[in-house]
Every structure is written in C-alpha cells, then in structure tokens.
C-alpha cells in the first residue's frame, strides 16, 4: 500500500513565500507529482520531481528527497490567486501504474 | 472538443437507479482514470485503464463498473446507486501510464444520491 501526509492548511499573506510539505510511504517509487485545484474546478498538474533536488517553474518550486520519502512545494512571490488546494501524488509499483493522491492543502493567502 | 470532457456536470439520482457518467478526451491519451472527489478525503481512484481495452480496480471500486471499447472514451456506471455515492466525480487521462504520469482532468460531475 501507499500513503501520503500534508497538512490540511496553509496560510500566508500576499507576496510571501510558502512551504507545502509531503511525506509519503510507497512500495516502489517512482516519482512525486504536485497539482493545485481551485474550487470546484479540475485538478491541474504543476510540476513532477523523479530525483532529489529541486526543479523551478517560475514562481514555483518543487523539492524531492528520495532517502526522507519527503518532497515539498513550493510557491514565491505570492498571489491571490494562489488560493487553491494542493495535492501531491505517487505511483504505486509495479505494473499497475495506478496513481494515489494525497488528502490536499488548502493553502489561503491574505491581502 | 480539446481536452477531456464528461457528462452531465451535475446530476441528481434516486437510489437504487443506475447512471452512466461519461468521460470522453480527444488528446489520443492511452491511460484514463476516474476519480471521486470528498471533502478531506483528496481525490480517490476508482478505476483506471492503461489502454483501450484493459481495465483495473482503484482503491474504491465497490459499486463502480467501467469500460474502455476505444481510446477516447471511458464510462463510468453505477449498477444500483446509493447515497453514499455522493461526490464529485473526475474523469482523468494521461498520454501513458508510466511516469512522469502528468494527467490531464475533465471538469467534474456532481452527482447527488437521494
């Protein structure tokens, strides 16, 4: 089986900078993906991490380690249109290839 | 169509009667996915396909059946609905199974479950 822990909540103020952490236990790993969803609309995929260290796509960051079962995202120069929740997800192993997301962070950024 | 489309986008359905959701994506995707979506719970896989032709059970399969006769579509029934069927249902496609797995996901169905 697999799991995956993030916090339920996250907040910060226009223009900060924000950390949304992920652990996760997996038979197998393959890779971490990061997607943001705002309310009631579809999932969108951000960024994927399959080795350790950072990868940047603009204001957003993502960061895998492989050894801690631990990645983060994270998100610069804040706006308010960042409010959204956001998942991380693993692929179990094997040849199933089935994908399992985490619960979500509702991350809620202030003027 | 561009992208991944489903239908309805909200519905709401006695228990005990049988729905169809449908899920159709025109970016030639081999893998789909159908999710359920609840509060604090994240998203859920329900079933998937790897390809036309294959189907698998995800982590909440009870009451779910699917099929994947081609490429683009991939339906999602439920045989006898119950109330806790309700949910936000997301239809999901990716171009393979494997990784980086980057899905592409379908606006959402609303179902209520009376």
């Known amino acids: 089986g697999q799991s995956l822990e993030q916090p339920s909540e996250v907040t910060a103020v226009e223009g900060a900078i924000v950390q949304i952490n992920c652990t996760y236990q997996?038979?197998?790993?393959?890779?971490l993906s990061w997607y943001q969803q705002h309310d009631g609309g579809a999932p969108t995929f951000l960024s994927y991490?399959?080795?350790?260290g950072l990868e940047e796509t603009g204001r957003f960051s993502s960061f895998l380690s492989r050894s801690d079962s631990y990645g983060y995202l994270l998100l610069q120069e804040l706006q308010m249109k960042d409010s959204a929740s956001y998942f991380c997800?693993?692929?179990?192993?094997?040849?199933?290839?089935?994908?399992?997301f985490g619960r979500g962070t509702s991350l809620i950024v202030h003027p | 169509i561009a992208g991944i489309t489903q239908a309805p986008t909200s519905q709401i359905l006695a228990a005990g009667r049988r729905m169809t959701l449908r899920c159709t994506q025109d970016?030639?995707?081999?893998?789909m996915y159908w999710y359920r979506q609840d509060l604090g719970l994240g998203l859920r896989l329900i079933h998937y396909?790897?390809?036309?032709?294959?189907?698998g059970k995800g982590e909440v399969p009870d009451g779910y059946s699917v099929s994947r006769a081609n490429t683009d579509d991939f339906p999602l029934t439920l045989a006898s609905a119950v109330p806790s069927q309700t949910s936000v249902y997301f239809c999901?496609?990716?171009?393979?199974?494997?990784?980086?797995?980057?899905?592409?996901f379908g606006p959402g169905t609303r179902l209520t479950v009376l």
């Open positions: 999901a496609s990716s171009k393979v199974a494997g990784e980086p797995n980057e899905q592409f």
């Open positions: 997996t038979s197998g790993f393959y890779g």
């Open positions: 991490n399959a080795l350790d």
């Open positions: 997800a693993v692929r179990s192993s094997g040849g199933s290839y089935i994908p399992t």
């Open positions: 970016m030639r995707h081999n893998a």
């Open positions: 396909s790897n390809t036309a032709g294959t189907t």
